[in-house]
């Protein structure tokens, strides 16, 4: 994804240009907190790297501040702030190794395993529940799923054995219930399952644990269905400022969908009071995929509009400069909390406060004071939010705006022009203004977009060209938007009349933003996805970019340093695109719950992947497999082979073919004739998009350069049953070894595969059906004798039954669920079997077969 915030949307606060001296120096070396935020970010660097003990971190800067008090009278000046630095930076790791790694002796973790098990536990709601949108139906959802209601709990007790003990910790807490009677700050008593949250199963997978460790999260409880699983036992929201900020917005909600149309409403609450969950996954993406999701996320724009707007009011209405100040900080302080206290909402906050604090005493601040301010507090609220992409885009929109719109923009009004300026007519003039304000946005909207592109794409693999142009008319949309939303708010509490008077001007601008958005989406070349981006290439571009922000030299010399930035640009790009070349065959199983998807590189350079579904939806391919195929470097996939006509095969298809080039797609005699919705749908975007298809059967031979994929099954015709039955068998031979691909083969295709075909050893076999002990008989482990099975599937893991009857051949059995990925490598001198979530690895010689 990429973004493209315009000038408004990032600039600290309004009344900071009062107290801004521009005669200061530019240098941001010069401001005493830019070091101080380096040193402390330093630190959590180094233990997000590292994980540096504590005791370690807080001795080394017991010692530095030692080390710093005697120097002090040292005759090296700069000596004692290298001490000073240093104890910032071993601060930054303690503080984050705390935050994020140390937890009470009876933390709720304890309790969990890594199966859920049931518990009875009680505590405190952390932050309001939310509810989430029912996905609607389409046609390669396997399941419907209905909504579901997430909360934080701060347990303080657990039932064990009859009785109740004190536990500790934070517990992410999933329901399909709604309780709109529960509140943040409620305390609960609650019965459901408990377990460890899950790390990433899949290389390039976004890591969920890690994410909710760093909110103090390691576990989840899945509520009952059943209205009693929650009750409350004391209502605890009005001692509780988190709890007064809930029922503020519920009424703000409440008085957005009583004024709006359902069209707009969910995107009034988004905007005004950062209600994510009242847009649906799809309305999300449509901003994501244009490069304008920033219009929608609580950031500087808002607040810079609510401080202006009261900056505008409170004279007229007769409040003094200083206790105008006072007000406006604690509003816009108010409205961050308000609308969730997000990193972006809260740089703009600290901003703004710390401008109108230095307006009360009378103090000039400097604007990378200001910056640094916002980014230590930041750190000090979570530490762990300097690592999201939203903060990370927020403090380098407005870095580039401070700094580089004085770089390009620097020039001195000539007087000569404005003479003859002055003498052309009115209209004229206004039209020249229009156009030089028109060409300034989008210079300044292109400026930030080409700054912050690549950090985004690394994030989220796409770049939107569509939020170049769409960027500055959504600004001054949003921007009406905002201002008669919080009028609209306001009167809705104190005179609702009035709202008759400000819905329309709401419904409009919002309604126009859609429109806009929804054609944006639909233009050629409006988005497209990239692979990875490598780190060392970001962090030399990012430094660069820093050393010309800063630099006099550097900034005198803007042009040759974009020259510069298109080279590494190019550099970037040709290494996210280079492969090396390789004389091994990897085949990596991937964990995508119950579905399937395997994915084969072959040596001469060509990728083919053996279905790509899951039981979860179509979203498996954006989730798991695009992710594994960007991070190994790959952007065309040469081949799809579907196994069988079930959904959990085959429904990433289309997400895929919006990511990737695709070269062909194969499939069984009976897939096309399976009368479902989900093939149909299928086969007619593959038809629109020009895939080619072809059909194999019993017999065939396919070939990728020392890669042969024999098809043992099914035949032309038949054999009757299910779709299962008539699953897609692979025999693939390289250097020596066999790996037999099975799908979800049962029944008579199974037992036509082992009476047909003579007995076949495989060093590899993945376990039909998803390990079903009903497919994975004792005849099936006789006749292929394997050295290692491998079981796509989700929880439960294999049963006892099935692992049995494997190992009685002498099988290691694997499963996709507890170890992650499993990928097995090729290679003339053996065959080696890893695993991704467990690091478990088994090399298979030939000596050994």
Known sequence: MSLSPAASANTSAVPTQSVLDARLPRSIWRSPLVPAALALSGGILLDRQLSLPLPVSLLAAATCLAAWFCARASSHAGLPLVYLALAGAAFGAGYHHYRRTSYAANDIFHYAKDEPRPVQVRGVLDDEPVRHHVLPEEPLRSLARGGETVAVLRVHEIRSGGNWLAASGRV???????????????????????????????????????????????????????????????????????????????????????????????????????????????????????????????????????????????????????????????????YALLSGGRPPALRSAVAVCAACGAMVLRRRVLPANLLALSWIAVAFVNPTDLFTSGCLLSF????????????????????????????????????????????????????????????????????????????????????????????????????????????????YSLATCEFLVDRGDRLPYAYFYIGSIPDWWLWIFYLGLLAVLTQEPLRRRWRWASVAGLGWLCVGLAAGATRLPSDELRCTFLAVGHGGCTVLETPDGRTLLYDAGSLVGPEVARRQIAPFLWQRGIRRIDEVIFSHADLDHFNGIVDLLDRFVIGQVTFTPTFAVKPVPGVQFALRILRERHIPMR??????????????????????????????ARSLVLLIRHAGHTILLTGDLEGQGLQRVLHEWPPHPVEVLMAPHHGSPLTNTAALAQWAQPRVVISCQGRPPPSREVQQRYQQVGAHVLDTHQHGAVTVRSHASGLIVETFRTHERLVIRHSDQ
């Open 172 to 334: 992410r807490m999933v329901g399909v219930e709604d309780w709109p009677e529960l509140h943040c700050g409620d305390e609960v008593d609650v019965v459901g399952q408990l377990i460890r949250a899950t790390p990433s199963g899949n290389p390039g997978e976004f890591d969920f644990a890690s994410y909710l460790r760093d909110q103090g999260i390691r576990t989840v409880l899945t509520v009952r269905k059943t209205s009693q699983a929650v009750t409350r036992l004391e209502r605890g929201w009005p001692t509780s400022l988190q709890g007064w900020l809930a029922v503020v917005r519920g009424r703000g909600v409440r008085i957005l969908r009583t004024t709006l149309p359902p069209q707009q409403e969910g995107l009034a609450c988004a905007l005004l009071l950062g209600e994510d969950a009242s847009m649906s996954r799809a309305d999300w993406d449509k901003y994501i995929r244009t490069g304008v999701l920033h219009v929608l996320a609580i950031s500087g724009q808002h607040l810079v509009i609510l401080a202006g707007f009261l900056w505008f009011a409170l004279p007229r209405l007769g409040v003094r400069q200083r206790h105008g100040a006072w007000m406006v900080a604690l509003a816009v302080l108010g």
């Open 396 to 507: 380098l929109s407005v870095a580039v705006l401070t700094w580089g719109v004085q770089m390009l923009w620097r020039r001195e009004e000539d007087p000569l022009a404005h003479l003859i300026d002055e003498t052309r007519p009115a209209w004229q003039r206004i039209l020249r203004r229009l156009g030089r304000c028109l060409f300034e946005s989008y210079a300044l909207t292109a400026l930030t977009w080409l700054a912050i592109t690549p950090l985004a794409a690394s994030r989220y693999q796409m770049i939107s060209p569509a939020g170049l142009l769409l960027g500055p008319p959504l600004v001054l949309l949003t921007t009406v938007a905002l201002f008669a939303g919080f009028l609209l708010l306001l009167m809705g509490i104190v005179c609702i009349p009035l709202i008759a008077l400000l819905s329309p001007i709401l419904r």
């Open 695 to 724: 059909i194999v059967k019993a017999g065939d031979r396919l070939t990728a350069g020392a890669v042969v994929l024999q098809v043992l099954h099914p035949p032309a015709i038949g054999p009757d049953g299910n779709e299962n």
